[in-house]
């Protein structure tokens, strides 16, 4: 049976290196497999669940839940680059809901008042990486609640 080798990696770590049947991509246009053959391309990911099938019968995955990315094809190599990524087995459900209150209370914090103060290149960094983070723990949450 011919395979696929698939790569999951995020910029400070591979987190997937092995042999895959089929892998299922969230592109900006839709979810679309791959399989063996596949032609040439690539394609910015949306955020969601990419699910690698190991065997034919799609009874051995695996799933991570991506955040923000890419993905290419080529020569029978699939690779994910996600900005985030996890396993969505190893999701703490809980600590996700925790770490989103937590955000979600600093942004709150943030008056217009202070964002005035504040300098403006600055303020709306802070406020940028608190919306990307607070995203990336709805994302990881919709996956494990089926969203």
């Known amino acids: 049976m011919a395979m696929l080798l698939c790569e999951v990696v995020t910029p400070t770590q591979l987190l997937f290196h092995e042999q895959a049947y089929q892998v299922e991509i969230p592109s900006v246009d839709g979810y679309f497999g791959v399989l063996p053959g596949h032609c040439m391309t690539s394609c ?15 009874k051995d995955k695996v799933t991570y839940v991506t955040y923000m990315g890419f993905a290419q094809v080529d020569n029978d190599k699939v690779t994910v680059l996600g900005r985030q990524a996890i396993l969505k087995d190893d999701i703490n459900v809980e600590a996700v809901r925790a770490e989103r209150e937590r955000i979600q209370a600093k942004i709150d914090q943030i008056s217009t008042e202070e964002l005035t103060e504040m300098k403006a290149k600055a303020g709306r960094v802070l406020r940028d990486t608190l919306l990307c ?15």
């Open 133 to 147: 983070d607070l995203e990336w723990c709805d994302v990881q949450l919709a996956a494990c609640e089926g969203k």
């Open 44 to 58: 910015r990911m949306q955020n969601g669940t990419v699910t690698i099938y190991k065997d034919a019968d799609h």
